[in-house]
């Protein structure tokens, strides 16, 4: 699927009325309430509604809920705007681009959200739009290069063992080049033991599908 179609879908999303928990609505963002982002009540609803219409498989919508690590690094940087103002932000695996639009809120001088699925970079898109900031949406796969930014910020991007072999190997080769990284992280058992550093540390909402707390103790890292 390309980005546009990906865009077309969901602006055609957000201009269809209706409350129901399958629908994508305008919400703050409950830890950053700075941010309103375009979310589903119930992403799973959503997803299958939109997989019936299409009539084949979708990536699942990470973009449609708002994660534990996003919302704490977002609001790490809202409460620190000296980390991205005035400097090149990259967002890895941006999701819904919540921490693309709060370095951009900080001051960044410019900003990239990167995620693979071609729904993420059209919801970046979408939300960007609502809070009125520039950021670039990028849909390629960076991992085995190096960023080219000052500030590699990723939220909740070690989910499972295959991504963080990917990632983690990327954030040290970023951080070898003087790439400044913060990693926003709930810790769902995939931290590498010894190799990132405690910044800083948050009671986070959550509100992801399939969790029993109401709220998960974040980490705000950077590796050593």
């Known amino acids: 699927m390309s980005t546009q179609t990906a865009l077309a879908d969901l602006e055609q999303e957000i201009a269809v009325p209706g409350a129901g928990p399958d629908r994508l609505r305008l919400v703050d963002t409950p830890f950053v309430p700075e941010v309103r982002l375009h979310l589903a009540e119930d992403a799973i609803l959503w997803w299958a509604r939109m997989e019936a219409a299409a009539g084949r498989s979708l990536p699942p919508p990470y973009w449609a809920s708002v994660w534990a690590g996003g919302q704490a690094l977002a609001r790490h940087l809202l409460d620190h705007p000296e980390l991205a103002a005035g400097r090149r932000v990259l967002d890895l695996a941006a999701g819904s681009g919540l921490v693309a639009i709060a370095a951009a809120l900080a001051g960044a001088d410019e900003v990239v959200a990167n995620d693979i699925d071609p729904y993420a970079v059209a919801a970046v898109t979408v939300n960007a739009r609502a809070n009125r900031v520039r950021v670039a949406a990028d849909g390629d796969d960076l991992l085995d290069g190096v960023a080219g930014a000052d500030l590699l910020v990723a939220g909740d991007v070690l989910y499972d063992a295959g991504l963080a072999a990917r990632v983690l190997p990327y954030l040290r080769r970023c951080a070898d080049h003087g790439v400044e990284v913060l990693v926003g992280d709930p810790d769902r058992g995939h931290l590498p033991p010894g190799g990132l ?23 705000v890292l950077r590796p050593r």
Not at 205 to 217: F, G, H, K, L, Q
């Open 197 to 219: 550093e405690l910044v800083a540390s948050y009671p986070v909402p959550t509100t992801e599908p399939s969790v029993d707390s109401p709220v998960r103790r974040v980490q």
